[in-house]
């Protein structure tokens, strides 16, 4: 009884690095993956239950491996495929196993938002329903890809290789794996392989990825305390600059804008097209308010309040708020040549720096 369910936690820790877990039905033939699992690869079919006419049968679905790959592929009519099930598809060589993600014409849309033309590109076929031993077969690859890839960090080490072995993927059949390493420079891996091959008895195909990549696969927790997006949803990246950082307003602090891969966060794009659009209705804040009182100069902006804040030359240690409209109102005045009085009329809030500076010197008890 015990070894029995210690298969059972093996079975399914191996389906679950595949972002699935297996459900129990009568036919063994046919085994149903879960595929609601944390998976970024899965995907949501927002035209299921929509009746599709037999005659435009779109015969093509797409299939997702290992968390961070997926591809399309043609399968005959005669064949009836469901979201989850498990399919044999073509590889080079041999086969591998995949899980379906979506069908129907959910497909052709991410066919055309992916620029896939199956008329212009080779589409690989769908073999088969996985059988029993096809999964049996599958189950034992993926259980020797951890014990692979630790064993690989040795042989490159010894071989001196200036080299990250991240993740390994095998094939289903059992024929392939895939190496999935970082490398700060090009690296000769031609002995490596050589050994990896009489090691494992496997073809080997070596990948490189960047760090962003890294961390997906990696995975880990952010500062935000949740998993890392490019671990837990993100398929794609996007680049991100220091200028989205700026247009938010935020702190140019490395420590607190860089990501687990020591790049940008790619959260720093999420909230950008709203920054940009709202500030869009701001004024150019080189332009000097000027008032009977003196000129004033912008010093910052509240993108939520859509305030902005100025202070008199000659007296940084009071900032004004005043709203943009106002701040239009009084640029206009300014240039038809009119003054207004001063800028505490127009404001709709006030700050002095010398009070906040006074903050510093009282009892901490006070903030708890």
Request: glycine share 6%.
């Amino acid at each position: 009884m015990e070894n029995q369910i210690e298969e059972t936690k093996k079975d399914q820790n191996i389906s679950q690095s595949r972002g699935c877990c297996i459900s129990k039905i009568n036919d063994q033939n046919h085994l149903i993956v879960n595929q609601q699992r944390c998976c970024k690869l899965s995907s949501y079919d927002w035209l299921k239950g929509i009746n599709q006419s037999s005659h435009n049968r779109f015969n093509y679905v797409e299939v997702r491996f290992k968390n961070g790959r997926k591809d399309f592929f043609s399968y005959p009519e005669e064949m009836i495929l469901q979201e989850g099930e498990l399919v044999a598809v073509e590889a080079s060589p041999g086969h591998d196993i995949g899980i379906v993600s979506i069908t129907g014409d959910m497909v052709r849309l991410q066919m055309k938002r992916k620029n896939v033309d199956p008329e212009k590109k080779e589409i690989k076929r769908v073999f088969r329903h996985a059988r029993t031993l096809d999964i049996e077969k599958w189950f034992d690859a993926i259980s020797h890809e951890d014990s692979t890839m630790y064993k690989t960090r040795v042989i490159a080490m010894d071989l001196g290789l200036d080299m990250k072995i991240n993740d390994v993927e095998y094939q289903g059949d059992k024929t392939k794996a895939i190496f999935y390493y970082t490398a700060s420079e090009r690296v000769d891996f031609r002995e490596l392989i050589k050994k990896l091959a009489d090691q494992f008895k496997v073809r080997i195909e070596m990948r490189q990825i960047g760090v962003r990549q890294e961390s997906a696969k990696l995975g880990g927790i952010g500062s935000c305390g949740r998993e890392l997006c490019c671990a837990s949803w993100m398929s794609s990246f996007q680049s991100v600059s220091t200028t989205s950082a700026r247009t938010q307003q935020l702190s140019l602090n490395p420590q607190k804008l860089a990501g687990q891969c020591g790049k940008l966060k790619c959260c720093l794009n999420y909230e950008l097209d709203d920054y940009i659009d709202t500030l869009k209705e701001f004024p150019e804040n080189r332009i000097k308010l000027k008032t009977k009182k003196g000129e004033a100069i912008h010093l910052k902006s509240d993108v939520f309040k859509k305030v902005m804040w100025y202070s008199y030359l000659g007296d940084s240690n009071n900032m004004l708020a005043i709203h943009i409209d106002q701040v239009n109102e009084i640029i206009k005045l300014n240039k038809k040549g009119k003054l207004p009085a001063d800028l505490e009329s127009f404001a709709v809030q006030y700050e002095s720096k010398e009070n906040i500076e006074n903050v510093g010197n009282d009892d901490f008890g006070s903030f708890v």
